[in-house]
């Protein structure tokens, strides 16, 4: 009786050994896809923001008190037209204590030189007043000249792009209260990676793509580049033109597609099939790990140089969980 206890346990775990192995040699359910004929594109992407081709900021130098300021937004202005005045009383106060100074001081060389022609004065004396003249018309001048520092004026021809500050606010040096330039022509602005800026060329076409204009395709062209990149950002400016009807606005950002080159009627894969330049193949009921010769990788396809036919089933997405020889099925359209 025991023995035949021994031989039926045996016989259970023989039979679920063998279950277990057949579970683990079934075929994997896999998705495949198959290579495409399209254009592939060699695409560097960057960043944008669009600002007119001629514009200039307008900020102060000293930190001072608004006390007027245009109601120009969006008005033509010429150069040199006031755009906003600060408060300059203390320094207007300056300007006249300074002037009574000097007043007082021409008055004395005056005297001075009088006194030297009769001889009751010396030379020194004469020497000293007019030194203490000479530095309070210098004194005198620079005050004048600083006050026009409370002056803010239009740098250039143009319209007031924005404006910025209110009467009564205090502005801080380099804070920008407003932005004079032409509406158009526009440019866009691309900060371009240091390790993509040697395939940029000016002249080359690129792609806008903007979120206030999703399905309208945008165009424009590689005008010029920065010489000397940032080393911070390790990036370089790269100014694009658009077109004189582009509906983009100053300001809106932007993503920029330059385009370097395109090859037509590639043979192309979708990126997530590989890992690096390898793929799998299904051939038969066993997954072939394959190699290829990689070109052009873009969004939506890499190009197949050479390593793939044009009628070959591939795993995709890329199986991380197969190796070369495993058994796999092919899922059905319906089992997705």
């Known amino acids: 009786m025991r023995t035949k206890r021994l031989l039926y346990a045996v016989a259970i775990l023989a039979a679920a050994g063998a279950a277990g192995w057949l ?23 960057a960043s944008g923001t669009v600002e007119p081709l001629t514009w200039a900021k307008v900020a102060p130098l000293i930190r001072e008190r608004i006390v007027e300021q245009c109601d120009c937004e969006a008005e033509r202005v010429k150069k040199g037209d006031v755009l906003a005045r600060l408060d300059d009383s203390q320094a207007r ?25 009769r001889n009751t004065a010396s030379r020194q004396a004469v020497d000293r007043a007019q030194s203490e003249v000479i530095q309070l018309e210098a004194l005198v001048a620079g005050q004048i000249a600083r006050l026009e520092g409370y002056v803010l004026r239009a740098p250039i021809n143009g319209v007031v792009l ?39 060329e000016v002249g080359q076409k690129a792609l806008i793509k903007s979120d ?22 390790k990036t370089y400016r ?29 043979l192309l894969v979708p990126p997530g099939v590989l890992k690096g330049n390898t793929l799998f193949e299904v051939d038969g009921d066993r997954a072939r790990e394959r190699t290829i010769t ?36 092919v899922r059905q359209v319906e089992e997705r």
């Open 23 to 45: 579970y683990l040699r079934r075929p994997t359910p896999v998705d495949v896809a198959t290579p495409f004929r399209g254009d592939a594109a060699e695409i560097v992407y």
């Open 93 to 117: 106060a300056t300007l006249a204590e300074l002037q009574a100074r000097l007043s007082l001081a021409q008055e004395e060389l005056r005297r001075s030189n009088v006194l030297a022609e």
């Open 162 to 200: 924005r404006q910025d500050g209110e009467v009564g606010e205090v502005a801080d040096p380099g804070t920008v209260l407003l932005w004079v330039g032409d509406r158009s022509p526009l440019i866009v602005i691309a900060d371009v990676n240091e390790e993509d800026i040697p395939r940029v």
């Open 212 to 233: 206030a204009f999703p399905d309208r395709p945008l165009d424009a062209t590689v005008d010029s580049i920065t010489p000397k990149g940032d080393p911070v950002t």
């Open 238 to 266: 790269v100014r694009l033109r658009l077109p004189a009807e582009t509906p983009l606005l100053i300001g809106m950002s932007t993503d920029v597609n330059i385009i370097i080159r395109v090859v037509g009627d590639a």
């Open 294 to 329: 990689g070109g052009i990788r873009g969004a939506t396809g890499v190009e197949v140089l050479d390593g793939l036919g044009e009628s070959a089933r591939v795993i995709s997405p890329y199986p991380t969980d197969l190796v070369d020889g495993d058994r796999v099925r």
